[in-house]
């Protein structure tokens, strides 16, 4: 059995974005995640409260991309946002 060699990281820097163009001066900080229990309007808005708070601890002063995912359960209902955060 052989084993290839690992090849050498390459010259080129990578850059990934959400978005095809960001505002210029702006650069995405990485992907919040929060998730709460209940379906409800009262567990959004606490979710929300949630994400902001984990993204403005990493110097973000916007969301995009958010996506909302709820699942009903019946023994586990959950509320769930993923976003990610920008500084412009």
Not at 5 to 13: F, G, V
Not at 38 to 53: I, K, M, P, Q
Request: proline share 6%; with cysteine.
């Amino acid at each position: 059995m052989s084993h290839e060699k690992p090849t050498a990281p390459s010259p080129i820097r990578m850059n990934v974005s959400t978005l095809p163009g960001l505002p210029a001066g702006a650069r995405e900080l990485g992907v919040v995640y929060a998730s709460v229990e209940g379906v409800n309007d009262h567990s959004f808005d606490e979710c929300l409260a949630e994400l902001t708070r984990k993204a403005q601890a990493l110097g973000a002063t916007a969301l995009i991309g958010m996506q909302l995912v709820q699942s009903q359960f019946q023994w586990n209902q959950r509320t769930s946002l993923l976003a990610t955060a920008i500084q412009i």
